[in-house]
């Protein structure tokens, strides 16, 4: 049975076989119980789309003897958790809690640490598949995206619901991994239906329950309101999107400022930010979290080395420098020190990353023992800006020539091809 080709009368359809259905049971098709049901489901056009437990899947396609177990993406016992897979959750298992408290609630699990590069290769698949679909494609992260399929259904022959639903069984089937897809008139209630039934999702939020819904949501729902925020808003008698959508938005803007403006708008389900295919990461960086804290200089130096050449990497990837050098640190008391330095001209040096960082290093290396330690650069600009000959500084040229050399041969050899000096001590 073939999908419907107009949005005008869509009300409901099976996610699996994508044949028109009638309302609440089974498909009358194919018998699967994955029904789209919603009145306004062919209205609908902006998506937010996130991949299923992203790290662990990847692993678990790649390693089917994985499947049934439960699965940690992280670091060593003083690491993080990255991703942990969905049996692992059920034993309370949640991405950023430290490993140690992870494996004391799920000590069955596997821990296998993260493969970025292989994550970012299928995120990357996953996006060209995105932009067959539509031009308007805004990534967030390496597994998920803002999708507005507005005038596609001539394109593609059917209404964006049954797109997106055809998309996603396209990803499970060719790519390996599931998806859980976000279907509104907006940006923040696409967002929030995606996380309203994984995995292997399909939520819709229309116009007509957009207002009821909200209101007894939390208002640590809304974009930006970290718990900090939160908190300062539960102080304040505020704990319901629904007591913000009461308050005049005059009011909620004296108390707090722009934020106010935004919690105003978006308790009323008001949100009009446009889907934004250049939309493009403000930082790129790299860190690690040490088994053993770290005070020395001596000892975090070829550390910060290592990631430096990380960064550069990236960059030099995504063909970008940078004008901005962050150094990261995290004391052994989870407070955080971050550092950073303009630059006169951009860079995509690995060289000079870590100069600048270092620099900033020295001043924090004051008997403070660190768990972490990152680098990261910001401020974007055009590659050809880049490093200009320094004439303070001769000898940067050689240096940027080796690294130029170094660059070449890893890239027919592999990274671990040649390194440099520093990166040969132990990085723990």
Not at 106 to 124: D, F, L, S, T
């Amino acid at each position: 049975m073939s999908a419907p080709s107009s949005s005008s009368t869509l009300t409901a359809f099976c996610r699996d076989c994508l044949a028109p259905a009638r309302g609440p049971g089974r498909c009358r098709a194919c018998g699967s119980p994955r029904l789209a049901i919603h009145p306004e489901l062919g209205r609908l056009t902006i998506a937010h789309v996130d991949c299923d437990a992203f790290y662990a899947s990847i692993e678990k396609r790649d390693d089917p003897s994985l499947a049934d177990k439960p699965l940690i993406i992280g670091g060593g016992r003083r690491g993080v958790v990255s991703t942990a897979c969905y049996i692992a959750r059920i034993k309370g298992v949640r991405s950023a809690m430290p490993m140690f408290k992870a494996l004391a609630l799920c000590p069955e699990a596997v821990v296998i640490r993260p493969n970025m590069e292989k994550y970012v290769g299928v995120g990357r698949q996953i996006r060209a598949l995105m932009q067959e679909l539509t031009p308007l494609v805004e990534p967030i992260s390496i597994d998920e995206a803002f999708m507005d399929l507005s005038g596609t259904e001539r394109l593609h022959g059917t209404p964006p619901a049954i797109t997106l639903a055809r998309f996603a069984r396209r990803v499970e089937t060719e790519i390996g991994v599931t998806i859980s897809v976000g279907l509104s008139f907006n940006k923040f209630l696409a967002k929030i239906a995606s996380d309203q039934d994984k995995p292997k999702g399909f939520s819709v939020i229309g116009r007509e329950e957009a207002i009821a819904f909200l209101a007894v949501q939390p208002v640590g729902l809304i974009w930006g309101v970290g718990k900090a925020f939160e908190a300062k808003l539960a102080q304040d008698g505020l704990k319901t999107i629904g007591q913000l959508q009461r308050m005049d938005e005059a009011e909620l803007a004296r108390r707090y400022g722009s934020m106010g403006l935004r919690l105003a708008r978006l308790a009323r389900a008001d949100d009009r930010r446009a889907v934004n295919p250049r939309h493009e990461a403000k930082s790129i960086g790299a860190e690690t979290t040490f088994n053993h804290d770290h005070a020395d200089l001596a000892t975090l130096r070829p550390i910060l080395r290592t990631l430096s050449e990380k960064v550069s990497g990236r960059l030099k990837r995504a063909e970008l420098a940078a004008s901005t050098v962050t150094l990261k640190l995290k004391s052994t008391d989870f407070k955080l020190r971050t550092r950073n330095r303009q630059l006169a001209d951009p860079t995509r040096l690995a060289d000079r990353i870590f100069r600048t960082a270092e620099e900033l290093l020295a001043r924090e290396t004051d008997g403070t023992a660190y768990r972490l330690i990152g680098v990261s650069v910001s401020d974007f600009a055009d590659p050809r800006l880049a490093d200009p000959d320094d004439l303070v500084d001769p000898i940067a040229a050689k240096r940027a020539a080796a690294e130029a050399a170094i660059d070449k041969v890893r890239g027919k050899f592999g990274r671990e091809a040649v390194g440099h000096g520093l990166t040969f001590r132990s990085e723990d």
